[in-house]
């Protein structure tokens, strides 16, 4: 079928000028430690949880060590510092491409700090410092009219794409448009209209048997991640679960699925957001 489809930009105000904003973060050590005390990766935890929603530039972590110590012995320490923090944002979903900076500086001097006790110096100068700087906003184009005359081909969404007679035993489907949030089991707001609607289709077809798979995105070696809230490195067995437990509670007989987590062996290669996904994969058709 043909149709008239009239594309409309508007700018309201093109000549717009943003500024780029950054949002800092400092993880405190103990002495000749690099692993975090429980109470600063609780800290550094909610930091990472307030950059959900944040289009991230990069990010940049220094460590920092205090003055006592040889030199060498100080960046090396210092360097295992920033590279423990860069292993706790892969572990909690941040795409180490958005890492352009892990750094050990060294020693902080003791006169940098406005304080008179050197205990408490040193204790503030063993530390990592963290700062996320936030894409400038593209500017607003111009008003723009397109009229384009041609057919128009909507594809099939999952819960279409299920309904159909074709399925065959093996096929993958993505639940492309089912998102989570960064660290977490539970689907984004935006997701659970559209997961109802997969849900109401696979009650319809209850001929078709299949198995949840649940992933992860920007983990180091294929690993898991750390679900945030049960602190286990499990998150894509339980982005499964969640979507396994929806379904039953939606009246898909549980004899019909099983779900497993696949952790971060395969990546698709695009946005980050895009790997916190769950997949269908057809196990049987009861024709």
Do not use: W
């Not at 916190?276 to 058709?285: K, Q």
């Amino acid at each position: 079928m043909n149709k008239l489809v009239v594309f409309i930009f508007l700018a309201l105000n093109y000549n717009v000028v943003y500024s780029q904003k950054e949002f800092t973060h400092d993880v405190y050590f103990n002495s000749d430690k690099f692993t975090v005390p429980s109470t600063e990766e609780n800290r550094l935890l909610l930091f990472i949880s307030t950059l959900t929603d944040i289009n991230i530039e990069s990010i940049s972590i220094y460590g920092f060590c205090d003055d006592v110590g040889a030199d060498t012995y100080n960046l090396k320490l210092s360097q295992n510092r920033a590279n423990t923090i860069k292993t706790i944002f892969s572990n909690n979903e941040i795409s180490e491409d958005l890492i352009t900076n892990v750094d050990g500086k060294g020693e902080i001097l003791l006169k940098i700090v406005n304080e008179d006790n050197v205990l408490k110096i040193r204790g503030l100068n063993r530390k990592v410092e963290i700062i996320v700087k936030e894409k400038t906003p593209e500017p607003i184009k111009p008003v723009e009219v397109k009229v384009v005359k041609d057919s128009i081909i909507k594809p099939l969404t999952v819960a279409e794409r299920i309904k159909t007679n074709d399925i065959k035993v093996g096929e993958n489907i993505v639940f492309e448009n089912i998102l989570f949030k960064t660290g977490y089991s539970k689907i984004v707001p935006g997701s659970v209209k559209t997961l109802a609607e997969i849900a109401k289709s696979l009650v319809e077809r209850d001929d078709i048997y299949f198995t949840i798979q649940g992933h992860v995105c920007c983990t180091q070696f294929s690993r898991d991640a750390i679900d945030r809230k049960t602190k286990k490195r499990n998150l894509s067995e339980a982005r499964a679960k969640y979507i396994y437990d929806y379904f039953a509670k939606k009246g898909v007989s549980k004899k019909r699925m099983r779900y497993l987590g696949m952790r971060r062996k395969f990546p698709l290669g695009g946005e980050p957001a895009k790997d916190r996904r769950v997949e269908i994969v057809i196990t049987y058709v009861d024709n």
